[in-house]
């Protein structure tokens, strides 16, 4: 089997510190510049099995994390939730891997921040603690993660029925002259789709329609 020639080695100008890479003169992808140092390579070299498959899988892993800058530059994201995304993308479970690492590393990916981020956002616009958990908990967020958010957000003692009473008020008022017991149903289910859930929602609402 014929081993693939290093035909250009030029710098990428769109991310300083990586080399783009062709072979047998077609575009093969982009290295960091140290992969390049550290193997010596040079235009004209042929590539071995080793050394091929050592570009195969940097060229991976940055691109991986290329996907993730871009990602990143239009949102926020939890490690996981990130994660299955570049994996749907098509990107190789290591070269995900390596990717999430080095965002990370750079400060770029946060589960707490994250996770505090997200409730305090999420729970401005009428979320309560249960769809938060469970929004939360979909994108990989650790459990303990989560409630250290939650306790953040709604501190011991506070008033956690504020949100959730103007809520009911509002839906109850849409749904005009229904019978009662049909309007606390409604109430109820609607204030569950928000998170709101429990004893002490119950009696809110009983209290808001009765």
Avoid at 27 to 34: H, I, K, N, S, Y
Avoid at 44 to 73: K, P, Y
Avoid at 147 to 162: F, H, I, K, V
Wanted: aromatic residues 4%; positive net charge.
């Amino acid at each position: 089997m014929t081993q693939p020639v290093l035909t250009a080695l030029t710098p990428d100008p769109r991310r300083p510190g990586t080399v783009r890479v062709e072979l047998d003169g077609a575009r093969f992808g982009a290295v960091p510049d140290e992969v390049v140092q550290s193997a010596g390579l040079a235009v004209g070299c042929a590539l071995d099995d080793e050394l091929h498959q050592r570009l195969v899988t940097a060229a991976d892993a940055e691109g991986a994390f290329r996907t993730a800058l871009r990602a990143l530059e239009r949102r926020p994201f939890a490690r996981a939730d990130l994660g299955r995304r570049l994996v749907r993308k098509g990107h190789p479970r290591p070269a995900v891997e390596s990717a999430i690492e080095r965002a990370a590393g750079m400060g770029l990916l946060d589960d707490v921040a994250f996770a505090r981020n997200y409730a305090q956002t999420r729970a401005a616009r009428g979320r309560g603690p249960a769809r938060l958990t469970r929004d939360l908990l979909a994108m990989g967020v650790e459990r303990a993660t989560i409630d250290r958010a939650l306790a953040e957000e709604w501190p011991e003692g506070s008033d956690r029925t504020q949100v959730p009473r103007t809520l009911a008020v509002k839906r109850a008022a849409q749904l005009g002259d229904l019978p009662r017991p049909v309007k606390r149903r409604r109430v109820l289910a609607y204030l569950a789709r928000r998170g709101f859930a429990g004893r002490d929602i119950s009696e809110l609402v009983a209290r808001v329609v009765g």
